[in-house]
């Protein structure tokens, strides 16, 4: 996979933030959010996991969950995705006002927020997180961003969240 292209100089600019997101299909905004809010919505998040036996503090996530179902039965999941640190992250004004630059002023953030909590894995590993996923089969709705962002640091693929604009 080729490095992403950074959108962050056309944030303020909606004719070039669409041409790219019809050109490229995403845009890519590196340091949009406070890395601070993000940071403490990550370790908040990770404690969670910890206290409900999915990690223990430096190590990577033990694979607790196959998938969706298997992490929304588990009680520290639920809170860990629950929690106010998570799911404020949407509501944070640099990206509602991104995107509202290109979906229109009525753009809103869906109610549903994803927690992807999955360890590395070797290409030659069964995948035990990163599923084939798409939010227009489930939703039907052409109008919508889904917003990736990492909580981790260390591994974007070890704690990241999935939220739907």
């Known amino acids: 996979m080729d490095e992403l292209a950074d959108s962050r100089g056309l944030a303020s600019d909606p004719v070039a933030l669409r041409a790219r997101l019809a050109a490229d299909g995403y845009v890519f905004l590196r340091g949009l959010l406070p890395a601070e809010?993000?940071?403490?919505?990550?370790?908040?998040?990770?404690?969670?996991l910890r206290a409900g036996g999915w990690t223990t503090a430096g190590s990577p996530l033990l694979g607790r969950a196959a998938g969706p179902r298997?992490?929304?039965?588990?009680?520290?999941?639920?809170?860990?995705?629950?929690?106010?640190a998570f799911n404020a992250l949407p509501y944070l004004a640099p990206l509602r006002e991104t995107?509202?630059?290109?979906?229109?002023?009525?753009?809103?953030?869906?109610?549903?927020?994803?927690?992807?909590?999955?360890?590395?894995?070797?290409?030659?590993?069964r995948?035990?997180?990163?599923?084939?996923?798409?939010?227009?089969?489930?939703?039907?709705?052409?109008?919508?961003?889904?917003?990736?962002?990492?909580l981790d640091r260390k591994s974007t693929r070890l704690n990241s969240s999935h939220i739907t604009i």
């Open 70 to 84: 298997e992490a929304l039965a588990d009680p520290a999941y639920r809170a860990a995705v629950m929690s106010l």
């Open 37 to 48: 809010r993000v940071r403490a919505a990550g370790e908040r998040v990770a404690a969670t």
């Open 99 to 125: 995107v509202r630059r290109i979906l229109g002023p009525q753009a809103f953030s869906y109610p549903v927020k994803v927690l992807r909590a999955v360890p590395p894995e070797s290409a030659a590993e």
């Open 127 to 150: 995948t035990r997180g990163r599923y084939v996923h798409c939010d227009y089969m489930g939703s039907g709705v052409q109008d919508m961003l889904t917003t990736w962002l990492p």
